[in-house]
């Protein structure tokens, strides 16, 4: 099982982006998903996460500016990003729990995908 992100890019403070990563690959079915975000230097922190049943929870900083989705036919998880600001400026990255049959699963990372906020 593979996790894609994309949507990354440059964009200027005030703008938007929606990122996306899907799993692909042996998938029985996918419990929580999750974006987080890592600045070099700095640890890795959870940005927000989707229950299986749309249960969302957010980190407080992107509250109110951040909306995470998913699609669980296309086992797809999106990022709308609005009111971006520089200090979102970071390494984006997708997780899964992907579960391969009834019994086995595993937390999953895409590779990352760059996001940066021009002031």
């Known amino acids: 099982v593979q996790l894609q992100a994309s949507g990354g890019g440059l964009v200027q403070a005030g703008g938007s982006l929606r990122l996306s990563c899907a799993a692909s690959?042996?998938?029985?079915?996918?419990?929580?998903m999750g974006w987080s975000r890592q600045v070099p230097g700095n640890k890795r922190e959870l940005v927000a996460g989707i229950t299986r049943d749309g249960s969302t929870n957010y980190a407080a900083y992107v509250r109110g500016r951040f909306t995470i989705s998913r699609d669980n036919a296309k086992n797809t998880v999106y990022l709308q990003m609005n009111s971006l600001k520089p200090e979102d400026t970071a390494t984006y990255y997708c997780n899964m729990f992907v579960n391969r049959d009834r019994w086995i699963g595993s937390s999953l990372w895409g590779q990352g995908t760059q996001v940066t906020v021009s002031s």
């Open positions: 690959g042996s998938i029985f079915s996918i419990n929580d």
